[in-house]
């Protein structure tokens, strides 16, 4: 299917990551995306620590140069990798931390591609794919997953970070001083595990004002990959692995039978964990 006669009707499809997951997945997340119609924009960092910029360069010319070279020229017109020399990753970081970090590297330049785009995003982790178009929601200025009153968290801390699900968000425009809220709960607090989902969970509380939808009750996100679901998501290791999952994603990359036989027999043994 070319997506391109749908783009300017969707929302833009945003991820961000690091730089061995946008190896490992940002071809497959941006095929998806532009087959179901959609524009992509890609956020990439560097490692975080002093050298910033030079990182930043080398990504460039060894990962985005050669990513961008297997697209076609039709869809490179709805493509955009930015790589970011976040001011906030210039200091050394704990690996827990840097971790912390891209999980919430998303947030921290949504508000400025909603004003920019003046279209809505919708922000999903970079191993998900996109299976159907993602419709536009007129009725509604934010999105969010929501999983009120979960408690299978360990700690006071993690149960409330896992009120709202961060693997797929809606923005419209018009929630930007929302998600403008967000980047700045998570520059107030510790960088520890689940704080963006917090950030988005208190959010939601301090703005009852703003229409928000459960992105729950539309059945768009599918951790089953089953057919005709919208958005395939691989959260977590053991759903990377699934090979439903994995042999799509080969195919959206392009791969050979060889190569992709191979590959799919490395993870159904084992031998390929990641």
């Not at 969970?201 to 089953?224: K, M, Q």
Request: proline share 5%; aromatic share 10%.
């Amino acid at each position: 299917m070319d997506g391109s006669n749908f783009a300017s009707a969707l929302p833009i499809v945003m991820a961000a990551s690091d730089e061995h997951y946008f190896r490992k997945h940002a071809v497959g997340f941006a095929k998806s995306a532009l087959a179901a119609g959609h524009n992509v924009h890609l956020v990439v960092s560097p490692a975080p620590g002093p050298g910033l910029p030079k990182r930043a360069r080398q990504i460039e010319k060894d990962v985005v140069t050669p990513f961008l070279a297997r697209f076609a020229a039709s869809e490179i017109a709805r493509l955009v990798v930015e790589v970011v020399e976040n001011p906030r990753a210039t200091a050394e970081m704990t690996d827990n931390e840097a971790v912390v970090f891209y999980q919430s590297l998303r947030f921290f330049y949504l508000p400025s591609l909603l004003r920019n785009y003046c279209r809505p995003i919708v922000v999903l982790d970079i191993d998900s794919l996109v299976m159907q178009p993602i419709p536009v929601r007129r009725d509604a200025e934010v999105g969010l997953y929501l999983r009120l009153g979960y408690q299978k968290g360990k700690t006071d801390f993690e149960r409330e970070g896992m009120q709202v699900l961060g693997a797929m968000v809606y923005a419209d425009p018009k929630g930007a001083s929302f998600f403008d809220e967000v980047g700045e709960y998570l520059d107030r607090n510790q960088r520890r595990y689940y704080v963006d989902q917090h950030a988005l969970y208190r959010t939601y509380l301090a703005n009852e004002d703003v229409r928000i939808f459960d992105i729950a009750e539309t059945g768009w996100l599918d951790w089953t990959f089953k057919p005709g679901a919208t958005v395939w998501t691989a959260k977590g290791k053991k759903k990377r692995r699934n090979l439903t999952y994995v042999r799509e994603r080969l195919r959206l990359e392009g791969r050979g039978v060889l190569a992709s036989a191979i590959v799919l027999t490395g993870y159904a043994l084992g031998l390929i964990r990641t």
